[in-house]
């Protein structure tokens, strides 16, 4: 079994300011993670992903992540906030293995990251 | 990477009748699919699986025969949500998986008036 829990709901900071949001993660095995961004009424947008080569993931738009196996997280940060960042993220986890085509995700409960001016 | 298409992007319909939204992978072939939905301010939750070719396979809770699913070809699945209540109003979004990397559709916001 597998879980995923994104410790804050919302999140709020000023532009040109650090963004971090947090994740945990559950499982019995070494599993595969993302973050994925939706804005207002669309669909998810990949991020940045982890899938068991080096701990320190970069993404788009100046996102990265850190997997941390003995703290089990997965840490999204961006060293500059921008007012186009402003949108739900979600953690997600998945099974290992190269067949994930067949395997649904399981998706943290998100987190809303809200940009001041 | 690769295209999947999810139309329509927003329906409203009236109570008592269906609606029908389609989800393709444009450039590539999906032998499965992934149906989710999402209430308002909350996160994705996995509805059922999409088998070309054979039955989907639901998760608990959701009802087979509200929400029927079809996946007759390698491109396209389709989910039929009958006899829609109000509070079947949601937002809709498929997925399919390509090189070990899920897609999404744009997501169909349905309203049950």
């Known amino acids: 079994a597998q879980s995923v829990t994104q410790l804050d709901s919302h999140v709020s900071v000023s532009e040109g300011t650090p963004v971090l949001l947090r994740c945990n993660y559950s499982?019995?095995?070494?599993?595969?993670l993302f973050w994925y961004v939706q804005h207002p009424n669309k669909g998810l947008q990949l991020l940045l992903k982890y899938t068991s080569a080096a701990t320190l993931v970069k993404g788009i738009n100046g996102f990265e992540a850190e997997f941390k196996k003995s703290e089990t997280s997965f840490h999204l940060t961006k060293p500059s906030a921008h007012m186009s960042d402003a949108a739900e993220y979600f953690c997600v986890v998945s099974p290992p293995g190269v067949d994930t085509g067949r395997r649904a995700l399981t998706f943290g409960s998100g987190t809303r990251l809200q940009v001041q001016p | 990477g690769a295209v999947v298409s999810q139309h329509p992007s927003r329906v409203i319909c009236k109570s008592g009748t269906s609606v029908k939204i389609e989800c393709r992978s444009l450039?590539?072939?999906?032998?499965?699919m992934f149906w989710y939905r999402q209430f308002p301010k909350k996160s994705l939750m996995l509805m059922a699986t999409?088998?070309?070719?054979?039955?989907?396979?639901?998760e608990q809770g959701v009802e087979k025969d509200k929400f029927l699913i079809n996946h007759a070809s390698l491109t396209l699945s389709t989910l039929t949500v009958t006899s829609a209540h109000p509070e079947d109003s949601s937002f809709y979004i498929c997925?399919?998986?390509?090189?070990?990397?899920?897609?999404f559709g744009q997501g169909t916001r349905l309203t049950v008036v």
């Open positions: 450039d590539f072939q999906a032998t499965t």
């Open positions: 997925s399919a998986s390509v090189r070990s990397e899920a897609f």
């Open positions: 999409s088998n070309e070719g054979s039955k989907a396979t639901y």
């Open positions: 499982s019995s095995y070494s599993p595969s």
